[in-house]
């Protein structure tokens, strides 16, 4: 927390009208906000997943990102393939929430000629397209149960099969998936095959929220700027102290991405050679959005919040499994079971996908404070 609290001081005491220019948020080329992984940051939070993407590239398994919505977990698996030996090979990104089920096995396993109308010529698909590298398959919770089936050949037997064409073909490919849902729910209640959760969950990345990475926020707000100077000639002269306090204290349940549409908006509305100030960020962001609390209810949240944050990672490397996860956290299982049912308000109901269960609540929003505020 003080690495924190230190690190944003340095931009956000002063007067509300200073301007804060983009050198000042963010030096170019300077630090680790701006390495080659295409990651921008210096949190703990972001830090911590660098060290874990470099350990992780160097294997070739299968690799589950989690993560909020707009958090950035295409770019985590990017960063996974430049880090990985098949770096110089290519990368192929698929959302299942984009392209209509009725396109998704042509788009993912390609289809013989005549095999529907349409089907002028054979084509290759995303699988083959890629091979010697990475297919990122983002929303993997979307796929349809036959996409799913599919899939599961494939990582079972490392070959696909053309739509129309009974010819198998062996394609060489890491398989990295995405989804902001719960998969281990979707299981559970029988929307995700569990034979394929178990191939997609060998590794595990976690793409961390804004809120949990609130000294980025004056990099990535540089980031973005410069990024709007660079392409649609907005040149603005930087931030006020106070407009980049309210940036800092918001929740950001859009994450990086609403963080990106407050900014560019924020621009496109101030006058060139100008700095954004409060007035530019309107209602957007919302003036003292819950980041400054009372000390005693601030600690009891933020104690709650690590606590949180350290079950519910557990409980998701082994599979849901009470008693396994309680082993590592060093807990009896009834033990965990009481601190679930103060977390979550009511215990869950059995252990591991595959035993027929009852969901569990998920563990109430938590929303940690970094830091006191000035």
């Keep these: 927390m003080v690495m924190e609290t230190t690190a944003l001081a340095r931009w956000t005491r ?66 996974l393939h430049r880090l990985s030996p098949r770096a110089e090979r290519p990368f192929l990104p698929h959302n299942f929430a984009s392209i209509p089920d009725t396109l998704v096995e042509s788009e993912l396993f390609g289809h013989a000629r005549g095999s529907f109308t349409g089907a002028h010529a054979d084509r290759a698909g995303l699988f083959e397209q890629a091979s010697g590298g990475t297919l990122f398959l983002d929303e993997i919770g979307d796929a349809s149960s036959g996409v799913q089936s599919r899939l599961l050949r494939v990582l079972q037997e490392g070959e696909i099969r053309r739509v129309g064409d009974a010819k198998a073909r062996r394609v060489d ?71 980049l306090r309210r940036l800092v204290a918001h929740e950001w349940p859009g994450n990086v991405r609403e963080l990106e549409s407050v900014l560019t908006r924020a ?76 977390l979550r308000g009511s215990p869950p109901v059995c252990d591991a996908p595959g035993e027929p269960r009852t969901p569990a609540a998920p563990l109430a929003p938590v929303r940690p404070a970094t830091g006191d505020w000035p």
Aim: charged share 30%.
């Design 267 to 342: 621009a496109h509305t101030t006058d060139p050679g100008a700095a954004i100030t409060e007035a530019s960020l309107g209602d957007a962001v919302a003036r003292g959005t819950g980041w400054v609390r009372d000390e005693p209810e601030a600690l009891r949240e933020r104690t709650r919040a690590f606590e949180a944050g350290v079950i519910e990672h557990a409980l998701r490397r082994h599979g849901g499994n009470r008693t396994r996860a309680a082993r590592e956290l060093g807990l009896t299982r009834q033990g965990l079971w009481k601190k679930l049912r103060r």
């Design 173 to 243: 490919v890491r398989v990295v998936a995405a989804t902001h849902r719960d998969l281990v729910a979707a299981v559970r209640t029988g929307r995700f095959r569990e034979d394929l959760f178990y191939r997609l969950h060998i590794l595990e990345l976690t793409a961390p929220p804004l809120r949990d990475r609130r000294d980025d926020v004056p990099l990535l707000a540089a980031h973005v700027l410069r990024r709007l100077r660079d392409r649609d000639a907005l040149a603005v002269a930087g931030i006020s102290r106070g407009a």
């Design 14 to 79: 002063g007067d509300d009208d200073d301007v804060l220019g983009l050198d000042t948020l963010a030096p170019e080329g300077l630090g680790p906000f701006t390495t080659s992984l295409g990651l921008v940051g210096m949190s703990p939070a972001l830090l911590a997943l660098g060290e874990r993407l470099k350990l992780l590239g160097r294997s070739n398994a299968t690799v589950l990102v989690h993560g909020e919505t707009g958090t950035g977990k295409e770019l985590v698996a990017r960063a």
